[in-house]
């Protein structure tokens, strides 16, 4: 079983940055898609960076040059999936989810990232 589990949230001014992390605990598939939403109010969830085929990185046009994914396996069970975000904007607020491929998608429980002006 995959469970998976955000951190890192929080409030932000303008221009700053906020580190997001995501455990993933159980045996994963490295070369399965696991990556990066966020909804904001009123919105539907969007795609903001994945990973696919264990290599292969896309962003949302809205946070490339400002954003970072990348994740770090630990552990045969553990595998943890960031995103660095800078130069954030009162447009990133949202709440962020990680999520995980496999015969299904796992998600996380969401991480609030709220930026004021």
């Known amino acids: 079983q995959v469970q998976l589990v955000e951190s890192g949230g929080g409030l932000v001014s303008a221009g700053g940055s906020l580190r997001l992390s995501c455990a993933i605990f159980?045996?994963?598939?490295?070369?399965?898609?696991m990556g990066w939403f966020r909804q904001a109010p009123g919105k539907q969830r969007e795609l903001v960076a994945v990973i696919t085929n264990g290599r292969s990185i896309n962003y949302a046009d809205s946070v490339k040059g400002r954003f970072t994914i990348f994740r770090d396996h630990i552990k045969t069970t553990l595998t943890t999936l960031y995103l660095q975000m800078n130069s954030l904007s009162p447009e990133d607020t949202a709440v962020y989810y990680c999520?995980?491929?496999?015969?299904?998608?796992?998600w996380g429980q969401g991480t609030q990232v709220t930026v004021s002006s």
């Open positions: 159980g045996t994963i598939f490295s070369n399965n898609s």
């Open positions: 999520a995980y491929s496999d015969s299904v998608d796992y």
